[in-house]
């Protein structure tokens, strides 16, 4: 047990030790109560002295002797208790006066060094003194007042003089707890119990007391003691509460005080003045000691004060002239010219370095003007920049100078004010040369052809070489390569995920390249390789082998990286750079068009789609605006009971009167970035239509709509629907998100905040198209997905393909011990629907239940399949 945790239970020691003795006391039998309170008592002050021999071994120095001088006093009431006993005679009663000695002695030390240490004011401990004189005074008066014949006889000059130190030494604990807050609780154990002890002591002394009353004096004795001993318990070590000082002072002042004590008891007698006169003496020689220790202490910290101060000037003194050592080293070593001028320019001092760079002796750079050196055009700057540092702000400026054998060279001039008693008096200048940096930045910005982030050929440097090709007549390969869904990785992981990618994938294409191929990066995402051959798919296949197939592991993440890619040849497919790039960018939207990961050859007919593109492009600006976008539904049925168990809202698009299909919109829409306008159209939507459905008969148990990777991480996502909750006061959970796969799998702290934020808000989330991707299933552990879903692909194959089947059911397994829901996409036949029923999946969407349609003819099928 900790002395900390001791503390709590000290209270409660000393209420148990003395309630033990008087139930001793009371329930022990009289023929039994003196043995039995004899056996306690001897407990008890083993353990006092057991405890008070710990400290002295815990403790070192002052605490050490104030310990012993507990234990000696502990040691002479064991004594005490065991010649008591035996016998009555008067040694006996010496041995408690011996202890009430050491005890009181003991606490005048914690209160000198307490003095002491804290240097407080001695005359507040003069109040004290007076004050316990004066009542000690009239105590007397009082005894002999009262003509008791037998309580005068036995008052002595000892008592009174201990009852004299216990007031003294109760009033200035009392004191010393209130402007002392370290070693309170160690004070106050001492003053309890050194004051219960004294008090009782002299009252067994003085009056004769039987029976009961005896044995609570002698009870109050014991726990008195007790508490002197476990006051170690709570001595905080850590704080100085106690001064280390000579014990032998302290040994020296116990013997003088315990001599006047024995001396006035014998020579003073007991009137009231001699006892007067030896209280007050008494108290002097205490406050004498005092007054000695503080001038000691205050004696040593002037001393220590002056040494300081003499090594701190000391010191002072000689930093300064290593300071000045330094500063003459300084401007007269440094490598770099170093000139003071007055502020008209006069030279006042130049290092070696500013003479002989210049080729002039120093005698010939004194006393001239700094602008001499300066070529003529850079010198009205200059005389600008020296006027205006008479504001005291250090100014550079870079300007040419002519060295005495006539060559040019440019000076960095990092000008200092010299500033003294607050004005600006001269300047320092610190000539660096950088002729040969602005040279090697020149031939840098020059030479600049490659990527800085990939080290591929930049923009600049591609355009050389293809236009170089151009001239020369050479038949090459033009391969303008995107990388697939960059824009959802730097979405995901960060934009500097995205650049690491893009450095991983500069690596790989050097690698890949034979010696007459060379990359080069257009911008973002895009990459072009020139190849001088015509074999194109040897190029692709080891591109895609060696740079774009392999999974990238940046960050403890697999980031797999697909590019869709487009092939021109010159000079078949143009006869210009810009026609040739034209050209190249069209056959790779068109391999994005197909699906991706694809390449595509030009073609003549990609310009008609260009076409096609931009209009398309350009029609998505508005199609919100000119109400073209529309909300379509899908019903979810069971397929046992044929009932409507949820829908999935789906987005479509009328553009001059025909609908444009999303696998064609949403790439446009996701490229150009206006698929976050239609993805926030499509929630704002789908939450009105669920409160329009609360409103009404149409009891829609779930409505799914999909969210894109964009809207994923989108920071305003979370507050944008919990605006819509207030607006739209839905159930939550009849809200169902669709996520892809491929954003779910990728193990980031990103993702899975804001699911957990998308959960917390009662929203449910599925997975869309489950077991397309290519990434782990342990997000399926790691997500609250509530729903997965069967892609139309495993739909479709069901009937003919047996792998599709093993798959499926697989799914439809894994999901049901994961206590997820299950919902297949793209049922159309029985056989699909009968087949998915039997291995578990009773929720289907397809065409065999409903087509997607508009919102009016959904409530009219609704209400058709829910009518009785």
């Known amino acids: 047990m900790s002395a900390y945790s001791l503390r709590q ?81 008067d040694n006996t009663q010496s041995l408690l006066f011996l202890q009430n000695f050491f005890y009181l002695i003991m606490a005048l030390i914690v209160i000198t060094q307490s003095i002491e240490f804290r240097t407080l004011k001695l005359r507040t401990f003069d109040l004290f003194a007076l004050f316990s004189f004066l009542l000690i005074g009239g105590l007397h008066i009082w005894f002999f007042s009262t003509q008791d014949v037998s309580l005068v006889s036995q008052l002595s000059g000892f008592e009174e003089q201990m009852l004299l130190i216990s007031l003294y030494m109760m009033l200035a604990f009392l004191y010393l707890n209130r402007v002392v807050s370290a070693g309170q609780q160690f004070r106050i154990l001492l003053l309890i119990g050194i004051l219960g002890f004294t008090i009782a002591s002299i009252a067994n002394t003085l009056f004769v007391f039987s029976g009961i009353t005896h044995e609570v004096i002698h009870l109050l004795q014991i726990s008195s003691i007790l508490t002197i001993s476990i006051s170690y318990w709570v001595d905080d070590v850590s704080e100085d509460v106690l001064a280390y000082d000579s014990i032998v002072d302290y040994v020296l002042y116990s013997v003088v005080v315990m001599m006047f004590l024995l001396a006035s008891d014998r020579l003073l007698g007991t009137s009231v003045m001699d006892s007067m006169i030896a209280n007050a003496v008494l108290l002097l020689l205490i406050r004498q000691f005092v007054v ?249 296949e080891r591109l895609r082998r060696l740079v774009y197939r392999p999974p990238y592991y940046m960050a403890g993440t697999l980031v797999e990286v697909h590019a869709s890619i487009g092939i021109v040849r010159f000079p078949e497919h143009g006869k210009k750079l810009k026609h040739l790039l034209s050209n190249a960018d069209l056959a790779m939207y068109r391999a994005k068009d197909k699906g991706r990961d694809e390449t595509v050859m030009f073609e003549p007919e990609l310009r008609e789609d260009k076409e096609e593109r931009k209009v398309l492009m350009e029609g998505l600006e508005t199609a919100l605006e000119k109400g073209e976008i529309s909300l379509f539904l899908q019903p979810q049925v069971d397929a046992s009971t044929k009932a409507i168990i949820g829908a999935e809202a789906l987005m479509r698009w009328q553009h001059n009167g025909a609908f444009i299909p999303p696998s064609q919109f949403i790439p446009i829409a996701e490229e150009t970035g206006h698929i976050q306008d239609l993805g926030r159209w499509m929630i704002h939507e789908t939450f009105q239509l669920i409160h329009v459905f609360e409103q009404g008969d149409i009891h829609l148990p779930k409505l799914s709509v999909n969210l894109s990777v964009r809207q994923l991480f989108d920071e305003h996502l979370i507050d944008y629907l919990k605006t819509l909750f207030e607006r739209f006061p839905i159930e939550p959970s009849r809200l169902n998100f669709e996520l892809t796969e491929t954003v779910a799998a990728h193990h980031s702290d990103r993702v899975l905040n804001r699911i957990l934020e998308l959960k917390a808000l009662g929203i449910k989330l599925s997975i869309d198209d489950f077991g397309t991707g290519y990434s782990s299933l342990a997000y399926l552990v790691r997500y609250p997905i509530d729903e997965l879903k069967i892609p139309r692909e495993f739909t479709m194959q069901l009937e003919e393909n047996r792998e599709y089947q093993m798959v499926t059911t697989t799914i439809v397994a894994m999901a049901r011990q994961l206590g997820m829901a299950l919902v297949a996409e793209g049922v159309e036949t029985e056989y699909q629907e009968t087949f998915l029923r039997k291995i578990g999946c009773d929720s289907m969407q397809g065409y065999r239940y409903a087509k997607p349609m508009p919102l009016d003819e959904f409530v009219i099928y609704y209400m058709k399949h829910t009518t009785p």
């Open 9 to 89: 239970y000290v209270p409660a020691i000393l209420i148990g030790t003395f309630s033990t003795g008087l139930l001793f006391l009371f329930l022990t039998p009289h023929d039994l109560r003196q043995i039995t309170l004899f056996i306690y008592y001897l407990v008890i002050s083993g353990a006092a002295i057991g405890i008070s021999g710990v400290a002295i071994f815990k403790h070192r120095g002052m605490r050490r002797f104030i310990h012993v001088l507990i234990s000696a006093g502990n040691v002479c009431f064991t004594l005490y208790l065991l010649m008591h006993y035996h016998s009555t005679n």
């Open 292 to 540: 000695s220790k503080q001038n000691a202490l205050i004696s040593h910290r002037l001393h220590t004060v002056n040494t300081d101060l003499e090594v701190a000037v000391s010191t002072k003194a000689h930093e300064l002239e290593i300071r000045e050592q330094q500063y003459r080293s300084l401007f007269a070593y440094h490598s770099e010219p170093i000139f003071l001028f007055d502020l008209h320019g006069e030279v006042l001092s130049v290092n070696e370095a500013g003479s002989s760079i210049l080729g002039l002796t120093t005698e010939t750079l004194l006393g001239s003007n700094i602008l001499d050196i300066i070529e003529s055009k850079d010198r009205a700057p200059y005389t600008i920049i020296l006027q205006e540092l008479t504001n005291g702000r250090p100014r550079t400026i870079d300007v040419r100078v002519m060295t005495d054998e006539g060559e040019t060279r440019v000076w960095q001039l990092v000008n200092v004010p010299m500033i003294i008693d607050g004005e600006v008096e001269g300047i320092y200048a610190i000539a660096k040369d950088i002729t040969q940096m602005i040279e090697q930045q020149e031939q840098i910005l020059y030479q600049a052809k490659f990527d800085s982030l990939t080290g591929l050929h930049n923009r600049y440097a591609l355009q050389e070489q293809i236009e170089r090709l151009i001239e020369e007549g050479r038949t090459f390969t033009l391969m303008f390569s995107d990388l697939d869904g960059f824009k959802e990785i730097n979405d995901q992981f960060g934009h500097h995920m995205g650049d690491q990618l893009l450095q991983h994938i500069g690596k790989r294409l050097r690698t890949a390249l034979l010696p007459n191929e060379y990359a080069g990066r257009l911008g973002g995402d895009e990459f072009i390789v020139v190849a001088e051959h015509g074999d194109d798919e040897m190029l692709t």
